[in-house]
């Protein structure tokens, strides 16, 4: 699941790195990892397709998923973290619910 999430964050702080007038080098570091790894990840899996041998096969694969998780973590908790900030907001107890009157 963390690898499907992971793909649309890092475009997004990708994306939100590109200013219309500078790069911000702390916001692009946590997308461009993921940005290297899917492609990296998408070539393991085409030579383990290919490989010779089982064992080779079962590393690449899995050399593939470390990259896509290990690289989507902190993209997708960074997200989410805001995501689940923001819908509390306005849940009871949040910072901007106001109680109803009586």
């Known amino acids: 699941m963390i690898g499907v999430c992971g793909l649309p964050s890092a475009l997004f702080f990708a994306m939100l790195a590109v200013n219309a007038e500078s790069i911000h080098p702390y916001v692009l570091v946590l997308g461009l990892p993921a940005l290297i790894a899917y492609p990296l990840a998408v ?15 079962w590393t690449a694969a899995a050399l593939g998923m470390a990259l896509v998780v290990g690289s989507s973590v902190v993209p997708v908790t960074i997200l989410g973290g805001a995501l689940i900030t923001q819908w509390k907001e306005t849940q009871p107890g949040g910072r901007g619910y106001v109680p109803p009157e009586r």
């Open 43 to 57: 070539w393991l899996w085409v030579r383990a397709r290919r490989a010779r041998s089982t064992g080779r096969a």
